[in-house]
């Protein structure tokens, strides 16, 4: 699991497109970015698999994005490697 808002800001109309590309990315380079920012790992999300610290090399198949948009806007992305 990862977050790119850390990194690159709040892009508003293109987050998607940002996280669409860096999902591509992460397929096509098994290069999974860290979470900008987490340092800390709350006690209560010790289960979930976070990438932090430093990039983690890991073939990827299958990505999600999911965008939040003002008014209840709401998208998920399912993307598969070819």
Do not use: Q, Y
């Amino acid at each position: 699991m990862n977050s790119i808002k850390g990194a690159i800001g709040h892009t508003l109309g293109a987050a998607g497109a940002f996280e669409t590309v860096l999902c591509v990315s992460a397929m096509e380079t098994g290069l999974v970015p860290p979470t900008a920012g987490l340092a800390h790992v709350d006690p209560a999300c010790a289960a979930l698999d976070l990438v932090h610290g430093a990039a983690r090399t890991t073939p990827v198949r299958i990505s999600v994005s999911t965008s939040s948009g003002f008014a209840g806007a709401n998208a998920a992305l399912v993307l598969a490697a070819a």
